[in-house]
């Protein structure tokens, strides 16, 4: 792997983009219209997940195409989703066609998605993760793009993983942390990249505040991974009841208007992120928040 972050990274310093699963909600043709209208509130990448949805790379083509400037990053695509001579032929050939705006952000997953969805043995994902960094550096492709370069970052939450990104990939991803974290990761990768999901919901009162928020930790807070990161940052087990506690729930999702959700990203700026990713909690979590979006392009704009 080429030490040197990747134009597609060095262009995200600065800038904030939106982490979204709602392009799932619509059709599968029409997905690229939800990538174009994040793209037109001005925000510089799109962040989409790989679990129950589709397929990272074919949707990552889908909204590379029906974009021109916006980068496509997968946060992440499963390691245990196919082998790294196939993602690494894949990123070189989304990126040989679409000028270098695909990231390929890669992630252990969890335990119940990897055994129960995919039949692995999730044993030693730190291993797993490793091994499979050094098969795309090994990956071989005899196609014109074969020596096309692309970005890599991966999903790091504790202090073995982060050092692999550090190490093997070109930066990280962090998910549900908090600016705390953010500094942690900085730390731990030097002058790699760190791009940060920050979750938000936008306005609303108090009450619908914490129903989102709820609804949205409900699945994570079942999850060891998150658990344990949550742990290193001071939060205890009664924190972490499904759906998570009042207080897990304002550490993690930022409420409040316009200046609030700027407040947060400069807090993760300050304490070292390069980029910030928004995902911006509607009253139905699959729905497309356009409106949301607009606005805070707006916002971020002025």
Not at 119 to 142: C, I, N, R, S, V
Not at 275 to 293: I, K, M, T
Request: proline content about 4%.
């Amino acid at each position: 792997m080429n030490q040197e972050l990747p134009l597609s990274l060095r262009t995200l310093a600065g800038t904030v983009g939106i982490w979204t699963t709602t392009h799932e909600s619509v059709p599968a043709a029409k997905s690229a219209d939800i990538a174009s209208e994040i793209e037109s509130f001005g925000f510089s990448a799109m962040w989409i997940p790989e679990a129950w949805g589709r397929e990272a790379f074919s949707s990552a083509a889908l909204l590379l195409g029906g974009t021109s400037t916006l980068k496509i990053a997968t946060g992440i695509a499963n390691i245990w989703g196919r082998d790294a001579v196939s993602a690494a032929a894949a990123a070189r050939t989304l990126n040989a066609a679409y000028d270098d705006r695909f990231i390929l952000g890669l992630g252990v997953s969890h335990q119940p998605l990897v055994e129960r969805l995919r039949g692995h043995d999730y044993k030693t994902p730190l291993a797993a993760m490793t091994q499979y960094l050094a098969a795309l550096d090994a990956a071989p492709m005899f196609a014109p793009e074969g020596q096309q370069p692309f970005a890599r970052v991966i999903a790091a939450l504790g202090p073995k993983m982060l050092a692999l990104a550090a190490h093997s990939a070109h930066g990280a991803h962090p998910y549900l942390v908090t600016a705390e974290h953010t500094a942690q990761a900085r730390a731990a990768v030097g002058d790699k990249f760190v791009g940060v999901e920050q979750a938000v919901v936008l306005g609303e009162s108090r009450d619908e505040f914490l129903q989102r928020a709820h609804a949205h930790l409900e699945i994570y807070t079942g999850l060891d991974n998150y658990r344990n990161s949550w742990k290193r940052l001071g939060f205890e087990e009664e924190d972490f009841v499904r759906g998570g506690s009042d207080r897990l729930c304002d550490a993690l999702v930022v409420h409040g208007d316009e200046q609030a959700v700027l407040d947060r990203i400069n807090e993760h700026q300050q304490a070292g992120a390069d980029h910030v990713c928004l995902q911006v909690l509607g009253a139905d979590l699959s729905a497309v928040p356009r409106e949301q979006w607009q606005r805070i392009g707006a916002a971020l704009a002025s």
